[in-house]
């Protein structure tokens, strides 16, 4: 794997034009993009397909988070468009993970995107989490959803750069 291949460029933008852009201009630099819901919700699935005909990468960064069976067939939805990586939400539950790992691996074996799961949103501090009713401090809820990611045979999580050590412990 080279340092290219590393690299995710988020296309933060509005539009098909400004996306497509960066996607030719920068597509030797990276070695995904990043489509999140700005763009997807702007431009849609056939954005993520036009991306992909060109011959990029796409790391589809929506975060679903509903009942297992609406996730599990949105999941599916977004492998079906050839995505490479895409998001899930932790806070979801095992039931959740576990029927996304095993449907994607069930519909594509091998070939399935990576799944990663979001912990807990950068922009969530220990007050803000308490309002939503989680007591635990950032650190050992970010940590305790990892695990449960893990064991629910998710790919690998998001979390800030603060939780990385500790996470790799896990």
């Known amino acids: 794997m080279t340092i ?19 996607v030719r201009s920068l597509h030797d630099l990276t070695g995904m993009f990043k489509v999140g819901m700005q763009l997807y919700t702007a431009e849609g699935p056939s954005l993520v397909r036009e991306i992909i005909d060109s011959g990029g990468k796409v790391f589809l960064d929506l975060k679903f988070h509903d009942i297992p069976n609406t996730v599990s067939r949105a999941v599916v939805e977004a492998a079906k468009l050839g995505v490479s990586m895409m998001t899930i939400h932790a806070a979801g539950g095992r039931i959740m993970m576990q029927a996304v790992a095993q449907e994607l691996q069930d519909r594509f074996g091998e070939t399935k995107p990576i799944v990663v799961a979001v912990t807990v949103l950068t922009s969530l501090n220990e007050a803000l989490l308490r309002e939503v009713g989680v007591a635990s401090p950032v650190r050992e809820q970010v940590l305790q959803l990892a695990r449960l990611a893990e064991s629910s045979g998710i790919d690998g999580v998001v979390s800030s750069p603060q939780e990385v050590r500790a996470i790799r412990g896990v």
């Open 4 to 22: 290219v291949d590393r690299v995710c460029l988020a296309l933060d933008v509005s539009s098909r034009p400004e996306a497509m852009e960066l």
